[in-house]
């Protein structure tokens, strides 16, 4: 069946860079999202790529796929306290927002 | 452009108790989503609608919970009766029903079985 991976937590300090690794397991997966919930609020979609995609850049936000391996990884450059939050990775077979397969969820924290 | 609205904010009840959570989603959007978080989990499909039609409800306890979107706009989430390991957060979503659309979620209800 289909599931989504994700290590619990991850703790950095303020200006390094984050990298929040996923593994998945569905080798159909066609579209893999990563999302934002900060406290108290919804899930916030932050970047997705499609499968056919190894890299994606988005200001200081990359996401690397490895789609042999059935890993994803999002990394956060300079990493300020507004980047705390729970980051979700999610995949999905179809270019539909239904059928989304969330992770459990990796909570970052900032240290200064 | 508004957001999609939940409310309750919060609800603690006994169990065996009924609770109802509704959602207004985002103007336009055709398609709603209910799905549920437990704590240190991420969110799982309940139920989808697209307009005031079920799509998919394949994940949703029927014996217990009920939802409707009767006008193809706003929507409640039912739980008749509540039990313990129904507390979680419940999350409604929306999107526009188009190719690469994308998911809008609201804040959620926090619900306590106690």
């Known amino acids: 069946g289909e599931d989504v991976e994700q290590s619990l937590f991850l703790s950095v300090r303020e200006g390094d860079s984050s990298v929040i690794n996923c593994t998945y397991t569905?080798?159909?997966?066609?579209?893999l999202y990563w999302y934002k919930q900060e406290p108290g609020a919804g899930l916030q979609l932050l970047t997705y790529?499609?499968?056919?995609?190894d890299m994606k850049q988005d200001q200081r936000l990359t996401v690397l796929l490895n789609k042999k391996d059935k890993h994803l990884s999002l990394r956060i450059a300079d990493t300020q306290t507004g980047d705390s939050a729970i980051y979700f990775c999610?995949?999905?077979?179809?270019?539909?927002?239904?059928?989304?397969?969330f992770g459990s969820g990796t909570r970052l924290s900032i240290r200064p | 452009e508004a957001g999609v609205a939940q409310s309750p904010r919060y609800k603690i009840i006994e169990k065996r108790q009924s609770v109802a959570f509704w959602c207004n989603p985002i103007?336009?959007?055709?398609?709603l989503y209910w799905y549920q978080q437990i704590l240190g989990q991420g969110p799982k499909l309940l139920i989808q609608f697209q307009n005031n039609g079920v799509v998919d409800d394949s994940q949703l306890p029927k014996d217990r919970f009920s939802a409707e979107r009767l006008k193809g706009v706003d929507s409640t989430l039912k739980i008749q009766p509540a039990k313990l390991e129904d507390s979680a957060v419940y999350l409604c979503?929306?999107?526009?029903?188009?190719?690469?659309?994308?998911?809008?979620f609201g804040s959620g209800t926090q619900l306590s079985v106690l």
């Open positions: 979503a929306s999107s526009s029903g188009t190719e690469n659309e994308k998911l809008f």
């Open positions: 103007s336009g959007h055709a398609t």
């Open positions: 790529i499609f499968s056919n995609m």
């Open positions: 999610a995949e999905s077979k179809y270019s539909s927002a239904s059928k989304i397969i």
């Open positions: 569905d080798s159909s997966s066609t579209y």
